[in-house]
Every structure is written in structure tokens, then in C-alpha cells.
């Protein structure tokens, strides 16, 4: 959130692309959080989402100059988030392949179960249901996920994130309306 009087982020990435990191620093502080709710719901794990989001602000850092001073500052900045998360998935799905491929040469590694504070039940349950659902989401096909975080954990509408993604907002409904049935069936909750 901006206060009265404080510049637009449009006006600080201006600044910015001249070289003033002390504006970019501002962008990066009002925009960190959400970005990082965003690529932590992609990406399904926090230290993950915690280096894709560096990532994807020292991209944003480096790619300054072809910003268009006319665009809006957010969807720009998140764009490049999304770029970075879907990198991010075809690396992970590489290693995975990897992985299996030389499975059959490796012994099978132990599981590591987290202990649980029997003092915080309640915290310890839902911090599980949201890493549940976190991983949910992120076991998704992008075409249901990029959606449904565009306009949940992005705050965009449905006509925004048809724009973002080059489709219709009917599309968008339809897509989330899936998105949200595939949770249901995974997560067990009930519809409706």
C-alpha cells in the first residue's frame, strides 16, 4: 500500500530504470509479500518459493530498461513471477525424470518425519491443512493453477488474468471453477 503523497510505483520504476536502486528497493518492499504468497502457492514448498522469488526480483532488477513507463508496475512484476515459477516447474519435472531414471541404482533414502509441538495442536494442524493445500495447488496443471493464483493470491480480476494469460474472462471462470473441483477431490472437502 501506498500513502498520500508517496510516488506510484509506476513513478518509482521510472526512478528505477535510471539507476536508483533505493526506488527499486520501495517496489521490492511493497510488492515482496504478495509476490511470495504467489510463487509460494506455485510452487508448493517456502524455500523454494523463497529462491524463485529472488530470483524473479533480480530479474526484474536486470530487465528494468524494457519495462514500458505507460504499464502498470504490478502485472509487469508479476508476469515475471509467473515466468519464474513456470521455469521452475520444467526444472523440477527435469530432475524428476533424472531422478527416476537412476532410482534403481540408489538405495531408498529415510524419511524424515517433522516432530510436532504437542504445546500448539491447533497451529501444528493448520500449518498441515495449508501445506497440504499448498501442495495441492501446486500439483495443478499450470492451464487450472495460473488462474486460480492470479486472482486469489494475485488480488487480479477475472478480466485481468485473461489479459495476463491472452484468454477470454469466461475462460478464466471456467478454469477456476475446475481448479477449485480438482482441490475438492484432492483435498477431500466437501463442494459447494
Request: with cysteine; proline share 5%.
Amino acid at each position: 500500500m501506498t500513502s498520500p503523497g508517496s510516488p506510484t510505483d509506476e513513478a518509482l520504476a521510472a526512478r528505477a530504470k535510471l539507476g536508483e536502486r533505493a526506488a527499486f528497493e520501495e517496489l521490492v518492499r511493497r510488492h515482496k509479500d504478495g509476490l511470495y504468497r504467489f510463487v509460494r502457492r506455485y510452487v508448493g514448498h517456502a524455500d523454494d518459493a523463497y529462491d524463485v522469488l529472488q530470483d524473479c526480483l533480480a530479474s526484474a532488477w536486470l530487465g528494468l530498461h524494457r519495462y514500458e513507463d505507460d504499464r502498470p508496475f504490478a502485472p509487469w512484476i508479476r508476469t515475471i513471477a509467473l515466468n519464474k515459477c513456470r521455469d521452475f516447474g520444467r526444472r523440477q519435472r527435469v530432475r524428476a525424470f533424472f531422478l527416476r531414471a537412476f532410482a534403481a541404482d540408489r538405495e531408498a533414502g529415510e524419511t524424515v518425519v517433522p516432530a510436532v509441538d504437542e504445546a500448539e495442536p491447533d497451529a501444528a494442524l493448520e500449518s498441515e491443512r495449508l501445506d497440504r493445500l499448498d501442495r495441492a495447488i501446486a500439483e495443478l496443471p499450470a492451464f487450472y493453477k495460473e488462474p486460480l493464483l492470479l486472482t486469489t493470491a494475485g488480488g487480479l480480476s477475472h478480466d485481468e488474468a485473461a489479459a495476463m494469460l491472452n484468454t477470454t474472462a469466461k475462460a478464466i471462470e471456467m478454469r477456476l471453477y475446475r481448479a477449485r473441483r480438482k482441490l475438492q477431490t484432492v483435498l477431500g472437502t466437501p463442494e459447494g
